[in-house]
């Protein structure tokens, strides 16, 4: 079956630094990938997406590009700030099939960044 | 107001009491989902429905059953809870079942 592998936590940064959460995949077909953010108290929202090998997706100064041949999906920023402190999560899913619509999610990553 | 509004945000409750929580949303989407969430394993898929007719089991339907009352209306019940289904529960809706999720603020179910 589908998995979503992330990096393990927490992540710890200054703000400023550099960021990257990597997450891997293990898929059936060819998904759509996503990162979706939760801020404390708060519903899961979509950061960005990619629909096929070598999209990049990019919003709010993260970036995370569509790796087929290394079935990857890291999420990277080159300036965090103390807003950024969420967790983060690596999910995919399919346009078709018998997995269409279901979202496979990875274990989530926290992410603090201290002033 | 909310697009996708979950009630109660928070509740406890005891063992072996009926429990029911509710999801309601005004972005006019068919697709509704409950999710699950526990520390470390991320989310999990309680059931899906893709129209007010068409409801499926997800990877972890034992002990739950949902409701779809209207489009707009997907409920979520613990026949008889157990104190291991405590956890965040999220509501989520989707215009098509491969786009993006619309998640509520959740439902904080403590089970005593």
């Known amino acids: 079956g589908d998995s979503v592998t992330q990096m393990e936590g927490p992540v710890t940064l200054s703000e400023e630094a550099f960021l990257t959460i990597n997450c891997t995949y293990t898929?059936?077909?060819?998904?759509?990938l996503f990162w979706y953010v939760q801020y404390p108290g708060e519903g899961l929202q979509l950061l960005l997406k990619?629909?096929?090998?070598?999209d990049k997706g990019s919003n709010k100064g993260f970036e995370a590009t569509y790796r087929k041949e290394t079935t990857s999906f890291h999420l990277e920023k080159g300036s965090v700030q103390v807003s950024d402190s969420a967790v983060y999560f690596c999910?995919?899913?399919?346009?078709?099939?018998?997995?269409?619509?279901?979202?496979?999610f990875g274990q989530g990553t926290i992410l603090t960044v201290h002033p | 107001d909310a697009d996708v509004t979950q009630t109660p945000r928070n509740r406890i409750t005891k063992t072996g009491k009926r429990i029911m929580l509710e999801c309601s949303q005004t972005k006019g989407h068919d697709r509704m989902y409950w999710y699950r969430q526990d520390p470390g394993l991320g989310l999990r898929l309680i059931y899906y429905s893709f129209d007010v007719k068409d409801i499926n089991k997800g990877e972890i339907s034992d002990g739950y059953s949902v409701s779809r009352q209207a489009q707009a209306k997907f409920s979520l019940s613990l026949e008889s809870a157990i104190p291991n289904q405590t956890a965040l529960y999220f509501c989520?809706?989707?215009?098509?079942?491969?786009?993006?999720?619309?998640f509520g603020d959740g439902t904080r179910l403590s089970i005593l």
């Open positions: 898929a059936t077909g060819y998904p759509s």
């Open positions: 990619a629909t096929k090998a070598d």
């Open positions: 989520a809706t989707s215009r098509q079942g491969w786009q993006p999720q619309h």
């Open positions: 999910a995919l899913t399919y346009a078709g099939g018998t997995s269409y619509g279901k979202l496979t």
